[in-house]
């Protein structure tokens, strides 16, 4: 990872020292707007490629684990907060806002944990904390046994509304 900022940092200056030759010897105002924002687009790409191997680097494909939560309508269930854990270590806590519940209701995926796992068996426990049905807190656990192999494994926390029970139902899934 620091080798990353090195490269980083190795590179603004560069970019920046062609921004400012070039606008020393552009002749007119448009051609230096033209410049600054193909450099500006330089640096998101360069960003973004950065962003992408730093990734790699920190959570290559054979150890990787990501959990993601999605909501289904959200009637019976307003959500407040997320525990969750793998094999009893607390991975990631996530207190909703408004907003975030907002973009959840509209079909968003939130990815909770991102991180790296040993192939073999695991469990993951998910808590969540909100308010149920009549206006009642509520707090609700699913939990998943699963096998790590050698490919990133993917898991989804889903809370899906019960219409016929007028409950909220929290299930886990692996994702193929």
């Known amino acids: 990872m620091p080798m990353l900022y090195r490269l980083l940092l190795a590179v603004m200056p560069?970019?920046?020292?062609?921004?400012?030759s070039s606008q020393s010897q552009a002749a007119e105002p448009a051609d230096l707007q033209r410049e600054v924002r193909a450099l500006k687009k330089a640096v998101l790409a360069l960003?973004?490629?950065?962003?992408?191997?730093?990734?790699?680097?920190?959570?290559?494909g054979h150890t990787q684990v990501s959990v993601f939560l999605s909501l289904d309508l959200g009637d019976y269930f307003s959500l407040d907060s997320v525990q969750l854990k793998i094999d009893d270590k607390e991975l990631a806590?996530?207190?909703?806002t408004k907003r975030e519940l907002a973009a959840l209701r509209r079909g968003g995926v939130q990815r909770l944990f991102l991180g790296n796992l040993?192939?073999?068996?695991?469990?993951?426990?998910a808590f969540f904390t909100g308010v149920g049905p009549s206006g009642r807190d509520y707090r609700r656990a699913t939990s998943l046994k699963f096998s790590k192999g050698i490919s990133p494994k993917l898991l989804e926390l889903r809370?899906?509304?019960?219409?016929?029970?007028?409950?909220?139902?929290f299930s886990v899934r692996e994702w193929e």
């Open 93 to 96: 806590n996530h207190l909703y």
């Open 118 to 125: 040993k192939s073999g068996e695991h469990e993951l426990v």
């Open 47 to 60: 960003n973004r490629d950065l962003f992408l191997l730093e990734e790699e680097l920190l959570f290559p």
């Open 159 to 169: 809370i899906v509304d019960l219409e016929a029970k007028q409950q909220p139902e």
């Open 14 to 20: 560069l970019i920046l020292f062609l921004a400012i």
